[in-house]
């Protein structure tokens, strides 16, 4: 059950992810369910899906995310990637508060520190359809 075409996160990524849990309860947060439902499948660990099957449900508010990133549950949210609509939550108020947040507040984990295979041709600052993943610890709610 290989990631195939269309998924978020590469086996490197798991495995990072994995490695740098810290006690975690979920492995990751993800825009989807169909995000979460691979990640789950191929990790055998629990995944967040943030705003629902099609991304447009408005499953996670910015107080719950803050809630389990300060009790340690939740460290890693990935935003963008292979969603549908252009972006999480198909741009819900709620889903724009949520991803600002993560950004201004949590730290971007590098491509480069769980994949071996970066592609030469591609910069990082080209992200419009590119997923992202983001460190938070609870020093990092205020």
Same mark, same amino acid.
């Given at each position: ?8 996160? %590469?086996?490197?990524?798991? +495995? ?11 492995? #990751? ?11 789950? #499948? ?31 549950? #939740? ?48 910069? %990082? ?5 590119? +997923?992202?993943?983001?460190r938070l610890d609870p020093s990092d709610v205020s």
């Amino acid at each position: 059950m290989g990631g195939g075409m269309g998924g978020d996160a %590469s086996s490197e990524l798991v +495995s990072y992810l994995k490695k740098y849990r810290d006690g975690a309860k979920w492995l #990751l947060a993800v825009s989807s369910s169909q995000s979460a439902a691979q990640l789950i #499948l191929s990790s055998g660990e629990p995944v967040i899906s943030m705003w629902g099957w099609s991304g447009s449900d408005n499953a996670m508010t910015l107080a719950k995310l803050k809630e389990l990133v300060e009790k340690g549950e #939740l460290h890693y949210v990935q935003l963008g990637g292979g969603g549908m609509g252009g972006g999480p939550g198909g741009g819900s108020s709620v889903s724009s508060e949520v991803t600002e947040w993560v950004q201004q507040h949590g730290t971007a984990v590098k491509e480069s520190e769980y994949s071996k295979s970066t592609s030469s041709g591609s910069s %990082s600052s080209s992200q419009s359809n590119q +997923s992202a993943v983001y460190r938070l610890d609870p020093s990092d709610v205020s």
